[in-house]
Each structure stands twice: as C-alpha cells, then as structure tokens.
C-alpha cells in the first residue's frame, strides 16, 4: 500500500474537521462525536459531523453527502477526527471505506499508521477485494 506524506493543507483539513465538531459537539447527548473534512481537487473544503441515531450515519458520509449537493466530484483528502484519538484522526469504519471505495476510491485518506505517525492512503488501499457493483 503507497502511503503519502502529510502537507501543511492536510493539517489544516485537520484543524477544521476539529472546528467543525467543537462547533457542533453536543455535550451530554453526544450524538455529534466526530468531526470529518474533506477538500476538493478545486481546493474547496467541506466539513461535517455524525449524525448518530438507531440508523445513524458517520461524519464521513455526512460530509461527502454535503460536497456531492454541492456538486463536486473530484476529492482531494478526506479526514474524519475525534479529540481523544491517536493524533486526533480517526481511520473510517467498514461501512465508509466501501461508500469511499464506491464514490472515490483515488481519494487520500489521512490515517494513523501502525506506529502512530499521520500518513495518507488511498480509499481503495483501506478495503481489498472490496465489494463492486456488478454491470449488467
Ligand atoms: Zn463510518
């Protein structure tokens, strides 16, 4: 799996995945617990946090729900955060890695590695022999 340096824009997308969730943590029903940013090819950045509930949906989703309305297509780097984790970074759950394999698998993940260094993947890299939609 190639792995990517982190840039300053990469901890900048970072710093604003943790702005996002400050703004909207909510303490005590802690239904908002994670913060995601995700910058665009065109450079603009969206932010959003998880929505929890019986069906809840992740920051990540939330997020690139957000940019899909928004119309964009071509994502950079995603990151989804967590004050207490490892560098404040949070690796997708199964469920985003194949919604992130599936929308855009190109896209750079910003992760912990396995000695706690920040390091960017690529979507695809975080789900092998993921599930694909078969064409008919
Ligand atoms: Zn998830």
């Given at each position: 799996m190639e792995r990517y340096p982190i840039t300053d824009p990469d901890r900048e997308l970072i710093r604003l995945a943790l702005e996002v969730l400050e703004k909207n943590f909510d303490d005590g029903v802690y239904n908002h617990t994670v913060g995601c940013a995700l910058r665009c090819k065109n450079g603009k950045v969206y932010k959003g946090v998880n929505c929890d509930g019986i069906h809840g949906s992740c920051a990540e989703y939330i997020t690139v729900g957000i940019a899909i309305s928004a119309g964009e297509r071509d994502f950079d780097t995603i990151v989804a955060v967590h004050?207490?984790?490892?560098?404040?970074v949070l690796s997708p759950c199964g469920n985003c890695r194949q919604m992130l394999f599936e929308y855009c698998p190109d896209t750079l993940v910003i992760v912990n590695d396995e000695s706690g260094q920040l390091v960017k993947v690529k979507a695809c890299d975080l789900l092998p022999f993921a599930w694909q939609p078969v064409m008919c």
């Open positions: 004050e207490k984790a490892t560098n404040c």
